[in-house]
């Protein structure tokens, strides 16, 4: 039961974090475009994407921020956007699982569960979108067999693991009475 608290509590923290922290890097950043970017597909994408980013990438961001850069704010919360939510979401997995195992195994999953949902919508949803002519099965296999879309679920995928490597090591460090 810890691991399906642990884990829920995550998945559900990590989607939050992610969905406000995007509303705050695009009120930064462009506050004109704040309205016209509450799209679906900017919605989904601002929720499932972070997981397909490198964990260091965050921390690029805020090393390449300098004191005499006059935007300054747009990377800054563009970095705590890609950082904040697996800290908190791995924090909060830790405290609510009862045993390390029960805390990795529950943040491990939530970036790698991420990455694969934001394979499957952006890429066949989108792709079924600009081809409605064919039917989402015929859709699928084609697309499926492509190279491209090969190296892109890979790349998905290895980026999930890492972050669900580099952060649930968080998750058990904290766990316990």
């Known amino acids: 039961m810890a ?8 998945l559900g923290l990590y989607a939050a974090l992610n969905f406000g922290l995007s509303l705050v890097v695009v009120a930064v950043g462009n506050p004109n475009g704040l309205v016209a970017s509450l799209t679906l597909n900017n919605i989904l994408l601002s929720i499932f994407e972070p997981a397909i980013y490198s964990p260091a990438a965050g921390f690029i961001n805020i090393a390449g921020i300098t004191s005499s850069s006059s935007n300054w704010m747009g990377p800054l919360f563009n970095a705590l956007y890609l950082i904040l939510p697996p800290i908190l979401a791995g924090l909060i997995a830790g405290k609510l699982a009862e045993e390390p195992k029960s805390a990795f195994g529950a943040w491990f999953l939530v970036p790698i569960l991420f990455a694969v949902v934001t394979l499957i919508v952006f890429d066949l949803v989108q792709g079924v979108q600009s081809q409605f002519n064919l039917n989402l099965l015929n859709f699928a296999l084609t697309t499926l ?13 290895l980026v999930g693991l890492v972050n669900g490597l580099m952060w649930s090591g968080l998750a058990c460090a904290v766990t316990g009475p």
Not at 3 to 10: I, N
């Open 3 to 10: 691991f399906g608290k642990a884990f829920g509590a995550a």
């Open 145 to 157: 067999a492509s190279q491209q879309l090969t190296y892109v679920a890979i790349y998905c995928i």
